[in-house]
């Protein structure tokens, strides 16, 4: 039988199809039979704009409008905040519903006079000095100042000089810190002890960030500060905090506020962990087997390139990373994990494959990336120039303190085998493009979409970091147990590894002076803040080790 003969009517089988399903009815007003009240609480709930100037409007016939914000709106948003500490709603959606609240603020604004009491209570929010990472103070902004707090977000990298001026030229009660690098928090630690130095202990601070743990700031920081200092685990813990702050009335030191979740280790870095002296090599002999065979040097130095199929390298987007961890879509309720997966497939999947064909042209993919001939040195990592002998600079990892005692410096050839190994880098981009459209969602009020723009932008990179060292691992020829299944690649079932500057195993950013220096990634855009930090925010580095035995590990 010839396969192009089609042996059925396409049509038939395609109402066949659709025979049980009943339309839907869009002519039926959700807010039908609601009060005014219920239908703006729902507007702010359920996160629909439709309409809602509409009962503004009949709102206003009854209500002053700072009393339809105050006695209406702030409770759709309180019940907005009750759903999601309850578990029973997504973090996307409670943007939508932020959406919403500025809309309509933005709307009843024109309409009233400012006056003394029309705010709950005021925050400056600032990342700290050296750090650029904004999304998680910026969700707090969101939430404040939708819950009828005046905010001053005075952006990212901020020193202190700037952060105490900005407070006293905006008059707020309170100080918010954030940071996501382990340095942050002892710059935050820094930060705390001049405002004791300058007498400014009244201001009471919420600490916020992945590298924190509740522990270090209610213990160790509290006993530095003078005044009050706590931590917000999440934009909603920070609004609780503020609520209790300002039941406290002066702002004095006097009180505690107890935390109502419990103490848990947040993000893959703890305070503490990156202390030079505890690393040393201390004349254990390597854990690692050394390597009987190396690799060929595919080349010599860095190379670079810029053309890519986003589509093709879209692909290599870890949807679990993204969809759970950056959009933070989580299982509702009594959902089973079968069901929870469908619901993602349903309701999570068309908004990726938007995002994918809206930022195709606003993400900028590019590489550096290259090898190099090295050898360890006990926990040093020895990058010579292109005679493989003269000392072109030098990487010092941190040694696991017990355990195994693991180095990254062990996968090498040491310098007493007198033979050269391999190492390769790589640091790759998708341009600054994505942060700005991020800043422009942000600044308009399309919070939702802010948040949805920059997961794609943080996991696109990381896709493209793992596509380049797929390509790497070919090149060095280790592509001898690449995986069918790109579940298995994103679990690093391959030959090798790929150690990112800053994670567990490395560390210390500084060390990416080094790989600077080596790649020269100004070509593509990318330079180091003065904390060794890449910029644009969307890009990762690399070493590329090539040893069957290298696999992630922490450094405690």
């Not at 003394?116 to 929010?125: A, D, F, M, T």
């Not at 916020?208 to 500060?225: I, K, M, N, P």
Request: proline share 4%; net charge negative; charged share 25%.
């Amino acid at each position: 039988m010839d396969d192009k003969v089609c042996t059925y009517d396409p049509l038939i089988e395609l109402m066949a199809k659709f025979e049980n399903v009943k339309a839907v009815d869009t002519s039926v007003d959700p807010f039908a039979d609601l009060t005014v009240e219920d239908a703006l609480k729902k507007h702010i709930v359920d996160g629909i704009k439709k309409n809602l100037e509409h009962h503004l409007e009949e709102a206003l016939t009854k209500y002053e409008p700072l009393a339809v914000i105050n006695e209406v709106l702030l409770g759709g948003m309180k019940t907005v905040g009750d759903l999601f500490g309850a578990g029973k709603m997504q973090l996307p959606f409670v943007l939508q519903s932020a959406e919403v609240m500025k809309a309509a603020v933005a709307y009843l604004e024109p309409k009233m006079e400012r006056s003394e009491g029309s705010e709950k209570g005021s925050i400056l929010l600032a990342t700290v000095a050296g750090d650029v990472h904004d999304i998680g103070k910026n969700l707090v902004d969101i939430i404040l100042s939708n819950n009828g707090y005046r905010v001053v977000n005075i952006g990212i990298k901020q020193p202190i000089n700037n952060i105490l001026d900005k407070a006293r030229e905006h008059q707020v009660e309170v100080i918010g810190l954030s940071g996501l690098l382990v340095k942050s928090t002892l710059v935050m630690r820094d930060n705390l002890l001049e405002m004791n130095e300058r007498g400014l202990e009244g201001y009471p601070v919420i600490l916020g960030g992945a590298a924190l743990t509740r522990a270090y700031v209610e213990e160790d920081l509290r006993s530095v500060y003078r005044g009050r200092v706590f931590y917000a685990q999440d934009a909603f813990e920070g609004l609780r905090l503020m609520e209790e702050i300002g039941t406290d009335g002066d702002g004095s030191a006097s009180g505690e506020l107890e935390p109502d979740i419990e103490s848990r280790r947040v993000g893959s870095h703890r305070v503490g962990d990156i202390d030079p002296s505890l690393y040393m090599f201390d004349g254990v002999k390597s854990p690692v087997e050394v390597v009987r065979h190396i690799p060929g040097l595919p080349f010599y130095g860095a190379k670079r390139t810029v053309k890519f199929d986003i589509f093709e390298l879209y692909k290599y987007i870890n949807t679990i990373a993204l969809w759970r961890g950056q959009w933070q879509f989580r299982k509702q309720g009594e959902m089973t994990n079968p069901e929870f997966a469908g619901w993602l497939e349903e309701n999570v999947r068309p908004v990726f494959e938007r995002k994918q064909r809206e930022l195709a042209t606003v993400l900028r993919p590019a590489v550096k990336w290259g090898y190099f001939w090295v050898q360890s040195s006990g926990n040093d990592l020895i990058v010579y120039q292109e005679d493989a002998q003269t000392e072109r600079c030098r990487f010092t990892f941190p040694r696991q303190r017990d355990g195994k005692r693991l180095c990254v410096a062990d996968f090498f050839r040491p310098v007493e085998s007198e033979e050269p190994d391999v190492a390769g880098f790589s640091i790759v981009t998708v341009g600054s493009g994505v942060s700005e459209l991020e800043r422009q969602q942000f600044a308009a009020g399309d919070y939702q979409e802010y948040l949805f723009t920059h997961g794609m932008g943080v996991e696109t990179a990381e896709a493209l970091a793992e596509f380049w060292h797929q390509q790497m691992r070919h090149e060095l020829g280790i592509d001898d147990e690449e995986p069918n299944d790109m579940r298995l690649l994103f679990s690093a079932k391959y030959h090798g590894a790929r150690y990112s500057f800053g994670y567990p195993a490395c560390p210390n950013l500084e060390d990416q002076r080094q790989l600077m220096e080596l790649l020269q990634p100004a070509d593509i855009g990318i330079e180091l803040s003065e904390e060794f930090m890449l910029v644009p925010e969307q890009s990762t580095s690399a070493i590329i080790v090539h040893h069957p035995a290298a696999k992630y590990f922490n450094v405690r």
